[in-house]
């Protein structure tokens, strides 16, 4: 199902408890967004060999130079969930143009250590690390790599699907992901208060 249907299915089913009509799209795409991200975040082990297949991929991200660090960096092309391991919901880098070059998910910790070592000036694998939401990217990054860009495959959150995007749901069917945002809104639904019975 695509972001949207999923949405206005729920709004659809919400409308019997919202007399005051409180629920509007965007209340459902955050309520969404919370049961969704919660799901990603306790993905069973089983589904963890298939987690790619939630990702969404962006092309021609920009590589730009931090001059005051000497560092490259991309920001984050959208929020993602967070997810345990080193690079939480990002799940893998690469050039624009293939798989040609290594690109290697570490800490900024690692790379502290690793710094002119001999291992880093004959390996041309670029690392990266996440910092927040930005990506940062160890001195094998070249100028002419930055400029090409880079593909970032990462796990976003719900809201960040575009409308016809079509968003998988681990571990469940899409009518049990509906069910639960209802559960998780329908606690919060305005309350008819009119008297009728005059």
Not at 7 to 26: A, R, S, W, Y
Not at 126 to 131: A, T
């Amino acid at each position: 199902m695509t972001r949207i249907e999923f949405q206005q299915i729920i709004k659809n089913l919400l409308k019997p408890v919202d007399n005051t009509g409180q629920f509007h799209m965007e209340n459902i795409r955050i309520a969404c967004d919370l049961v969704y991200s919660n799901k990603m975040s306790h993905i069973s082990d089983e589904l963890v060999g298939d987690i790619d297949h939630w990702s969404k991929e962006y092309m021609n991200q920009d590589v730009t130079l931090d001059a005051g660090r000497n560092l490259y960096y991309s920001d984050l092309p959208a929020t993602i969930v967070p997810i345990p391991g080193v690079t939480s919901g990002l799940r893998a880098i690469n050039t624009s143009q293939g798989n040609a070059l290594d690109f290697t998910p570490t800490t900024e910790m690692e790379m502290y250590y690793m710094d002119g070592s001999v291992t880093q000036m004959v390996d041309t694998t670029i690392g990266y690390w996440l910092q927040g939401q930005r990506i940062w990217y160890d001195e094998s990054m070249t100028p002419a790599i930055a400029n090409a860009g880079v593909r970032i495959l990462l796990i976003p959150r719900f809201s960040e699907f575009d409308k016809d995007d079509v968003v998988s749901v681990p571990g469940c069917e899409d009518m049990a992901f509906v069910q639960e945002v209802i559960q998780f809104m329908a606690p919060s639904a305005p309350v008819n208060l009119k008297a009728n019975n005059q």
